[in-house]
């Protein structure tokens, strides 16, 4: 697509340059012609539904003026700026909302395949650029600067647990997942910094010119990986926190049942695997050209997903192809919805039973009693010992014997 895609200034019409000298100041969109570049716009590509965009390409840039835009969209039309060779026309904008706080960025986009036909696409994506005014944004600020602190003592620990037994340090799960979240902390606090440089850049060439337009597509991008990184960050954290719930004594059979039942689930995920892929398979090929939600493998293996969970969608299908259709449907309940999801539930009944007899016979472990457990030695350390008679006068003859001997040195 690229090699094929056009990247040459022309003139009004798509006439080949130089172009006549009052090109420029006759019409307004004489810059419509010329090829931008996705450096020069911040622009990134556009993943549509059938083709991926470059981030370049020729700009109109519209005006605030109702007439003004309506003469540009007229001065387009009359000189062919949509052609047969057009494949994609992406109107963009952003829009501000004071009361909220938040940007919106709009794509409009309308694709021309070489076959003929128009495929819309829509990305509308919603950020909160500006900081937050009043105790909000203080409190914003202030998680920050714990997230940094908390960062910064981590980074030690880690350094001090390595140089003392590196050897031991990496053999735990666990903190190799430290290790993970800690470079996952950096990363996020890098990306915020970065994310805060270019939002400076956009708002400074916003301000020079107000009518001119600025992208905000980088900025919506930017925010959208902060977000995922902290995302990340939390999950990470989150397991690592939830080492705790292996105290627990529903936890603990949990995991027993799953790994008296490993051998018989592994077998089963292999043929339940197997069966599902071949039926996400088949429903694509039957309705993918017809109706949106079995388009691809991915949109089907999440349609027959929701119908694994009790959401069924049969409208779209009945209609393009009822008899298939039923008997896609009626085999899909019987096969997997049937026999396989009542296979699944008598091996994890059977291991349960058996766990269940295991556990009768040893004495139960709870978080609650762990944690008060905890607690008592605590206290039972920070409480002074009370010593004996007996170990009272051995501490005295032991500093007597210590005072005799360093007033012999001292006077000999």
């Known amino acids: 697509m690229d090699k094929k895609k056009e990247a040459s200034d022309y003139c009004l019409n798509w006439a080949m340059q130089p172009c006549p000298v009052n090109e420029k100041s006759a019409y307004f969109t004489s810059p419509a012609w010329l090829f931008v570049p996705a450096e020069e716009v911040?622009?990134?590509?556009?993943?549509?539904d059938y083709s991926t965009y470059g981030g370049g390409g020729y700009f109109m840039q519209l005006d605030v003026n109702r007439d003004v835009c309506i003469k540009i969209f007229s001065e387009l039309i009359e000189n062919k700026w949509f052609d047969d060779q057009t494949r994609a026309v992406i109107l963009e904008?952003?829009?501000?909302?004071?009361?909220?706080?938040?940007?919106?960025?709009?794509?409009?986009?309308?694709?021309?395949?070489?076959?003929?036909?128009?495929?819309?696409y829509i990305d509308i994506q919603v950020f909160r650029l500006l900081g937050e005014s009043g105790g909000g944004g203080d409190y914003?600020?202030?998680?920050?600067?714990?997230?940094?602190?908390?960062?910064?003592?981590a980074t030690l620990k880690c350094f001090y647990d390595i140089f003392t037994d590196p050897i031991g340090f990496f053999k735990s799960v666990w903190n190799c997942?430290?290790?993970?979240?800690?470079?996952?902390?950096?990363?996020?606090?890098?990306?915020?910094?970065?994310?805060?440089?270019?939002l400076a850049k956009t708002l400074s060439a916003f301000k020079e010119d107000k009518n001119k337009y600025v992208g905000f597509e980088n900025l919506a991008f930017y925010d959208f990986t902060v977000n995922t990184t902290y995302a990340l960050l939390v999950f990470l954290l989150s397991i690592r926190v939830s080492?705790?719930?292996?105290?627990?004594?529903?936890?603990?059979?949990?995991?027993?049942?799953?790994?008296?039942?490993?051998?018989?689930?592994?077998?089963f995920?292999?043929?339940?695997?197997?069966?599902?892929?071949?039926?996400?398979?088949?429903?694509?090929?039957?309705?993918g050209k017809e109706t949106e939600k079995y388009k691809d493998l991915f949109h089907t293996y999440g349609t027959l997903t929701e119908a694994v969970i009790g959401k069924n969608r049969l409208n779209n299908i009945l209609a393009s192809k009822p008899g298939f259709a039923e008997f896609y449907y009626f085999v899909f309940v019987v096969f997997v919805l049937f026999t396989l999801v009542t296979m699944a539930a008598s091996i994890l009944n059977f291991s349960i039973s058996h766990v269940k007899e295991e556990n009768e016979k040893l004495a139960p472990t709870n978080i609650v009693e762990v944690i008060f457990d905890r607690i008592g030695k605590v206290f039972a350390k920070l409480k002074p010992k009370n010593k004996s008679k007996g170990e009272l006068y051995s501490a005295y003859c032991f500093l007597s014997s210590t005072r005799l001997v360093q007033t012999e040195l001292f006077t000999g």
């Open 140 to 153: 914003l600020l202030f998680l920050r600067f714990i997230l940094l602190l908390v960062v910064i003592a």
């Open 243 to 267: 080492r705790i719930l292996g105290y627990s004594g529903k936890i603990n059979e949990m995991a027993a049942v799953i790994s008296n039942a490993a051998e018989d689930l592994l077998g």
């Open 93 to 120: 904008f952003s829009l501000y909302n004071a009361n909220t706080n938040l940007f919106v960025y709009m794509k409009f986009v309308a694709e021309f395949p070489e076959v003929g036909g128009f495929v819309p």
């Open 177 to 198: 997942l430290d290790i993970v979240a800690l470079v996952m902390g950096y990363v996020s606090v890098g990306l915020y910094i970065y994310n805060q440089t270019i």
């Open 42 to 48: 911040w622009g990134f590509p556009t993943v549509a």
């Open 269 to 287: 995920i292999l043929i339940f695997g197997i069966t599902y892929f071949a039926f996400v398979t088949w429903g694509t090929l039957l309705f």
